[in-house]
């Protein structure tokens, strides 16, 4: 090809590296003592756009071709070195600094990050980035780092197209064809971020396909800026008020739950008109202090810095305090610095700046041989927990919730599960996929017990305050014959209060219609939300039972919510220990329900009802262990095994409300 592809300006921009380092330490700053989201990740996309589409139509006009090899190569040598040393740090460190319930989620989303889908990862396991009462590991912000793998990916494929469509139909208007390629990226993926953010934001937050629009809009920008043109004053006046606008993002806007649709316009538009300002030398411009030679050199490393403080955060979280002080906090974002130039200048660039991709890839190969030999020892400790917590369960000494009534002293053992082993000791929906995720409403049924000629069918339904119970159900059927379903989404209650066209709505209409002939006993489902203080939630969701016993005819027995907090308690258990969490959560009101339950529990006679808030209760406290068991495996949900515990309990209520049918 003797013509350049298209003409660009590849000039180095020193206000680009100064824009980075700027959304590197707003990330930073947001995290450390706001607990908020800045928006700068959304700048992190819009670079990225920006500098991948020069770098790979710069080399088209040089070469006249696109290779993945040299590509990949390429890409592999600028993003491995970090990320496998930062990796392998956090593997080393957990072992000594992180509590054991968060070994397990941690070595999931470390093998993620090594592969770069950790934002699928999270976006499966329904995190909420900025939930506090979520355990967060030191690698939850390389969901970013993921998808900026994901596209370079998709880009190389987007380009070699573009220009194979070129070659073969030898296209003259060149710009005109990228520009449309891009535009029509730009606004599906735009559209389809607003929708998925209106419905489902958790879902839309980490996913690929809402966030490809952010590095389109960099990729226009790259191919159109040669084009446009601004005045001076223009520029002057244009570059301050995009920096103000984007330190500004993540005060006006609470970006965790608004991101990515729409309103991350503000962010993207404000990156923008710092580039934009940049084209023009001015006097008083944004420029001279973006591209000043310390934010120039910080800009460089700002790729660590993001990477590098989230993890020292994390530490400092789970082994000090929840919230740094300003020392703290500042010595965090130095120590950021200081740890990415060390590593830039020692790990990165001997690696990136090699002619020899054997010497490269030798030391990459022993990065990534180390981490796997250090994910392969976690996982090997947690096979042996996992081992001695089904010895344990067996034995008498672990009575869970019927301890809370039963005249016999409990023997003190070490509680089970295993604290490594809690975070993972989930209902059986949820390790067979039988709960439905956030990300669709379709209608999935886990069945189990006896799946044919069986005398009754049970049917638990509603969100995972519900799905907890699963396991108390299961125990309590064993020894009857009885099929049991599961049909629960998390985060959605069997409720009257969604609308039609929504995820949460369309899932409970076809749950109803499910319902309508299929041939169900008995429901049981969550009543109440504890941590909800209107009623008129309350009242939505009983009144969506009452539907079904008044209209299907099914008996249903309604469970009143158990206790949450505000906090995550099996954090609090590990690292404060028994008597500050006993105490911590006996300060809560943690049932905003109760008014509700007892005019529930008075007026309403068709609905069977149980509530359980005294077996989480030892001497009118509430308790994080009872007898023996570990109750909580966050702020609000049962483990496992302690909601098997109350297998007698439900039995007993089950066997009774069948009999009467």
Not at 369 to 380: A, D, H, P
Not at 582 to 590: A, D, V
Not at 620 to 641: E, S
Request: a neutral charge; glycine letters at 6%.
């Amino acid at each position: 090809m003797n013509q350049p592809l298209i003409n660009i300006d590849r000039k180095f921009r020193p206000e680009v590296e100064g824009l980075r380092v700027v959304a590197a330490l707003l990330v930073a700053i947001y995290h450390i003592w706001l607990n908020r989201v800045s928006g700068g990740v959304d700048v992190f996309f819009v670079i990225s756009g920006f500098l991948i589409t020069s770098s790979i139509i710069s080399t088209i006009n040089r070469t006249g071709e696109l290779r993945f090899l040299p590509y990949i190569t390429k890409l592999m040598k600028r993003l491995l070195p970090s990320v496998f040393f930062i990796l392998g740090a956090v593997l080393v460190l957990s072992w000594f600094l992180l509590p054991k319930s968060i070994l397990d989620k941690t070595i999931r989303e470390v093998v993620a990050s090594m592969f770069f889908y950790q934002n699928w990862q999270l976006a499966i396991s329904s995190t909420d980035y900025l939930d506090s009462s979520q355990m967060k590991t030191p690698v939850e912000h390389f969901w970013a780092l993921s998808i900026q793998g994901q596209f370079y990916i998709i880009w190389f494929l987007l380009f070699a197209f573009i220009l194979l469509l070129i070659k073969k139909y030898k296209l003259t208007n060149v710009k005109t064809l990228i520009n449309t390629v891009l535009g029509i990226i730009f606004v599906s993926s735009f559209i389809y971020s607003v929708y998925l953010t209106a419905v489902n934001q958790p879902w839309a937050y980490f996913i690929t396909m809402t966030r490809v629009w952010e590095f389109a809009l960099g990729s226009l920008l790259c191919v159109n800026l040669s084009s446009i043109k601004v005045n001076k004053i223009l520029a002057t006046v244009i570059g301050w008020l995009g920096l103000i606008g984007l330190i500004l993002t993540g005060i006006v806007f609470n970006v965790s739950e608004m991101f990515p649709g729409y309103i991350a316009l503000w962010p993207m538009v404000c990156a923008l008109f710092i580039v934009l300002s940049g084209t023009r030398e001015t006097k008083f411009g944004v420029k001279r202090f973006l591209g000043s030679p310390v934010m120039v050199k910080l800009g460089g490393i700002s790729f660590g810095i993001y990477l590098w403080h989230w993890v020292l955060l994390e530490f400092y979280r789970y082994n000090v305090q929840e919230t740094p002080g300003i020392i703290v906090g500042t010595l965090i974002i130095i120590s950021s610095i200081v740890f990415s130039f060390l590593m830039t200048r020692y790990i990165e660039e001997p690696i990136r700046s090699s002619d020899n991709n054997k010497f490269s890839f030798k030391r990459l190969g022993i990065m990534g041989s180390v981490n796997i030999l250090l994910i392969g020892s976690f996982l090997i400790g947690v096979k042996i927990n996992h081992y001695k917590l089904e010895q344990k369960i067996t034995d008498k000494n672990f009575p869970g919730a019927l301890a809370v009534k039963s005249p016999n002293v409990v023997p003190d053992q070490e509680p089970i599960p295993a604290f490594s082993d809690v975070f993972g000791d989930l209902p059986q929906a949820h390790l067979d996929g039988s709960n439905q995720g956030l990300k669709d409403s379709d209608l999935k049924i886990g069945e189990y017990g006896e799946t044919e000629n069986f005398d009754a069918t049970i049917a638990l339904i509603g969100s995972s305050h519900s799905e907890h119970w699963l396991g108390a159900i299961l125990e309590a059927t064993k020894d009857h014959n009885y099929r049991v379903l599961n049909m629960t989404r998390s985060g959605t209650r069997f409720s009257t209060g969604y609308s039609d066209d929504d995820l949460k709505g369309i899932w409970v209409n076809n749950v109803l219609d499910y319902l309508k002939d299929a041939d169900v006993d008995l429901i049981v489902a969550q009543a109440t939300a504890s941590d909800a203080s209107s009623n008129k939630i309350q009242q939505q969701i009983v009144d969506q039972l009452q539907y079904i016993k008044d209209e299907y005819g099914i008996e249903v027995l309604a469970i009143r919510d158990d206790p949450r907090y505000s906090f995550n308690v099996l954090e609090s258990l590990e690292t404060n220990g028994l008597e500050k969490t006993t105490e911590k959560m006996n300060s809560e009101t943690n049932q905003k329900d109760e008014s509700f339950w007892k005019q529930f529990e008075t007026e309403n006679k068709s609905l069977h009802k149980i509530d359980l808030t005294d077996y989480f209760r030892v001497d009118g406290k509430f308790q994080p262990i009872i007898g023996n068991i570990i109750v909580y495996r966050d702020n609000r949900h049962l483990t496992n095994t302690y909601s098997e515990s109350f297998g007698p309990i439900f039995e007993e209520e089950i066997n009774e409300i069948l009999k009467k049918k």
